[in-house]
């Protein structure tokens, strides 16, 4: 399988009890895509001109995430 610089890339997953969050980017030649999935839904897509503020914004909803009681998988940690 061949990777590719425009492949969709899970930037981190957190738990909470039994729930599950994950956020994906997704670059594009003009747009960086920034989803991030509850329980497996698509919670928010946002559209950034650059990688670095896609980058950005998903540290922020993990920070959000982590102050409101979610954790760090144990197997990612």
């Known amino acids: 399988m061949t990777s590719h610089s425009t492949d969709p890339t899970v930037l981190?997953?957190?738990?909470?009890?039994?729930?599950?969050?994950?956020?994906t980017i997704f670059p594009g030649n003009q747009d960086t895509t920034l989803t991030w999935f509850l329980d497996g839904v698509m919670d928010r897509?946002?559209?950034y001109d650059s990688m670095d503020l896609a980058l950005a914004r998903a540290d922020d909803v993990r920070g959000?995430?982590?102050?409101?009681?979610?954790?760090v998988p144990a197997e990612d940690a």
């Open 12 to 23: 981190w997953r957190l738990v909470r009890g039994r729930s599950t969050a994950h956020a």
């Open 45 to 47: 897509a946002e559209n």
């Open 64 to 71: 959000v995430l982590l102050r409101d009681g979610w954790s």
